[in-house]
C-alpha cells in the first residue's frame, strides 16, 4: 500500500474537480476536498489491497459533497470580505468561471454524471453505484450533459453541429426545388 501523501498527490486533482463539479462553489468545494481527505486518512489503513482507489475517494468525495449541501441550508450569512483563494492544484479550466456555472447549471444528474465519469475518471457501472440507476441511463445522462455543456460554452450551436449530414428545416424543405436523380437507378438504368 502507497504512502497516503501520494494517494493525496496521484488523486487530488480528481477529487477537487468532482467536488468543483458537484458544489460549484470553490470554498465549498476545497471545504468538500478537504473533508474527503481526511476521512480517508482514517479509512485508508483498512482499504483492501485491490481497492480501486480512485472510486472509493471519488465516493467519499460525492457523500461529503452532499453534506455540503445539506449544510448549506444551516449556513450563516456571507462576509463582507472574501478571503483570498487558495491553491487549485494544477486543476485543468479552474480559471474558467464560464465553464464552472455551466457544469453547476447542469441538472443533478447530469452534472453528478459528468462529474463523476469525465472529472473522476470511473467507469459508468462505478458511477451508477454511486449516483443510482444503471449504467446505460449513466451514460445517457453524461452524454446529455456534454452536449449541453458544448452548447451553453459555444462549442456547439443549438440542435447540434451542421455539416453536410445535418438534414434541412422544414421550411427550408418546402421552398427549396427537388433535386435531380443522380443515381443509375433513378435514371431508369441498372444499379
Avoid: N
Wanted: proline letters at 10%; hydrophobic letters at 45%; a positive charge.
Amino acid at each position: 500500500m502507497q504512502p497516503f501523501d501520494r494517494v493525496v498527490t496521484e488523486h487530488g486533482a480528481v477529487v477537487l474537480r468532482v467536488c468543483r463539479a458537484v458544489l460549484g462553489g470553490h470554498a465549498d468545494a476545497e471545504d468538500a476536498w478537504s473533508e474527503t481527505f481526511l476521512s480517508a486518512l482514517v479509512a485508508y489503513p483498512r482499504l483492501g489491497p485491490r481497492a480501486d482507489v480512485r472510486a472509493w475517494l471519488v465516493t467519499i468525495a460525492h457523500r461529503k459533497a452532499l453534506d455540503a449541501i445539506r449544510a448549506r441550508g444551516r449556513r450563516a450569512l456571507p462576509v463582507d470580505e472574501v478571503p483570498e483563494r487558495i491553491s487549485d492544484l494544477g486543476v485543468p479550466g479552474s480559471d474558467d468561471p464560464d465553464l464552472w456555472r455551466a457544469v453547476a447549471a447542469l441538472p443533478e444528474r447530469q452534472r453528478l454524471a459528468v462529474a463523476y465519469r469525465y472529472l473522476g475518471g470511473l467507469p459508468y457501472a462505478e458511477v451508477a453505484a454511486i449516483v443510482g440507476g444503471t449504467p446505460e441511463a449513466v451514460r445517457r445522462a453524461a452524454a446529455d450533459g456534454v452536449a449541453s455543456l458544448r452548447r451553453s460554452m459555444g462549442a456547439d450551436p443549438p440542435g447540434g453541429a451542421p455539416g453536410p449530414a445535418a438534414s434541412p428545416s422544414p421550411a427550408a424543405s418546402a421552398s427549396a426545388p427537388a433535386a435531380a436523380p443522380t443515381s443509375d437507378a433513378a435514371r431508369g438504368g441498372r444499379p
